[in-house]
Each structure stands twice: as structure tokens, then as C-alpha cells.
């Protein structure tokens, strides 16, 4: 089985960064996603990492170490609409994709 | 082009009534998949497909049959609801799975349910 382990909730000011922690422990790999998703409504997809290192997209940016089952999305000039759910994904040895519990980010004016 | 679509979006059972929950997609997509999600668990894999007429068993698939009889189409049904089948429902769905390329899930916008 997969186990997968981010904080449950973070809190910042309008403006601040933001890291999310993901650590993870699978059988295999084949990828790690970050979702977002907003109360009430579906994950859309963030971003994608498969080889160590730095992944940017404007003022997101996802890291990925696969010795140390780790990984973290950076959150930048965090605005209002940022607030939402962040959801680790890992895709394992069998392809299927499995979520952490998800960071509830708060991000106060 | 309407991407993943999924009916109803709530739905109140009582226990032991069944019930189906509609996914269609219109973007050609080889993978779908049906997720549950509850607070402070994550999402979870019921059932996936991988093509027409070829489904299997995700990580918590008691209780819910799925088919897939076309590309477009994979509904999941509750055999006798349950209390706990209260959940929220995600159907999603991408190009392929078996690759180490991005394959980005695209989701419904999922199905609320309550069984009481």
C-alpha cells in the first residue's frame, strides 16, 4: 500500500510563501502530482513531478527528492483565492494514483 | 467541450435502497476512475478502467459494481446503500495510465451523498 503524509492546515498573510510538506513511502514510482481544490468543488491539477528537482509554473513550484520520499509545493505572493485544499498524489509501481489527506491552506488579509 | 460530467450532484438515500451515479466523458479518455472522498482521509479509489469492457478493483471497492460498456460512459452503482457510503463521489478520468508521462486526471465535479 501507499502512505502518503501532509500537514492537515496552514495559515498565512496575503502576500506571504507557503511550503507544503508531502512525504511518502510506495511500492514504486511513476510520478507525483499536486492538486488544489476548493471547498466544495473538484481537484484540478497543479503540477507534475517524475525526476528530483525544481518544477516552476508561475507563482507555484514543486519540488521532488525520490531518495528521501519527499516532496513540497511552494505557494508565492499567496492571494486570497489561494485558500483551499492542497492534495499530495503519488503514482505507484501499479500506475494508480494514490492522495494524501490534503493541507487546508488559509490565507488571511 | 463539457470535459467530465457526473449526475446527480446530491442524492439522499435511505439504507439498503440502490442507486447509480452517472460519469461521461467527451474527451476520448482510455482511464476512468471513480474516488470517494471523506474528511481528513484523502481520496480513495473505488473502481478504475482502463478501456471499454475491462474494469478492476481500486483500494475500497465493497459494495459498488462499475461497467464499462463504451469509452465515453462509466456509471458506479451501490448494491444496498449503506450509512457508511455517505461520501462525497469523483468520477475522473486521462488519456492513459501506464506510463510514467504526466496523465493528468480530469474530475467531475462529484456527487454528494447522504444514506440515512
Known amino acids: 500500500g501507499q502512505n502518503i503524509d501532509q500537514p492537515t492546515e496552514m495559515t498565512a498573510t496575503e502576500g506571504a510563501i507557503v511550503q507544503i510538506n508531502c512525504t511518502y513511502q510506495?511500492?514504486?514510482?511513476?510520478?507525483l502530482f499536486w492538486y488544489q481544490q476548493h471547498a466544495g468543488e473538484a481537484p484540478t491539477f497543479l503540477s507534475y513531478?517524475?525526476?528530483?528537482g525544481l518544477e516552476e509554473k508561475g507563482r507555484f513550484s514543486s519540488f521532488l527528492s525520490r531518495s528521501k520520499g519527499y516532496s513540497y509545493l511552494l505557494l508565492k505572493e499567496l492571494q486570497m483565492k489561494d485558500s483551499a485544499s492542497y492534495l499530495c498524489?503519488?503514482?505507484?509501481?501499479?500506475?494508480?494514483?494514490?492522495f494524501g489527506a490534503g493541507t487546508t491552506v488559509t490565507v488571511r488579509a | 467541450n463539457a470535459g467530465v460530467t457526473q449526475t446527480p450532484k446530491f442524492q439522499v438515500l435511505k439504507t439498503g435502497q440502490s442507486m447509480t451515479l452517472q460519469c461521461a466523458q467527451d474527451?476520448?479518455?482510455?482511464?476512468m476512475s471513480w474516488y470517494r472522498q471523506d474528511p481528513g482521509m484523502g481520496l480513495r479509489l473505488i473502481h478504475y478502467?482502463?478501456?471499454?469492457?475491462?474494469?478492476d478493483q481500486g483500494e475500497v471497492p465493497n459494495g459498488y459494481n462499475v461497467s464499462r460498456s463504451t469509452t465515453e460512459d462509466f456509471p458506479l452503482r451501490l448494491l444496498s446503500a449503506a450509512p457508511s457510503q455517505t461520501s462525497v463521489y469523483f468520477c475522473?478520468?486521462?488519456?492513459?495510465?501506464?506510463?510514467?508521462?504526466?496523465?493528468?486526471?480530469?474530475f467531475g465535479a462529484g456527487s454528494r451523498l447522504t444514506v440515512l
Open positions: 475522473a478520468s486521462s488519456y492513459e495510465t501506464s506510463s510514467s508521462g504526466a496523465n493528468v486526471l480530469t
Open positions: 510506495t511500492s514504486g514510482f511513476n510520478g
Open positions: 513531478n517524475v525526476l528530483d
Open positions: 498524489a503519488v503514482r505507484g509501481g501499479d500506475y494508480k494514483l494514490s
Open positions: 474527451m476520448n479518455h482510455e482511464y
Open positions: 478502467s482502463v478501456g471499454a469492457g475491462i474494469t
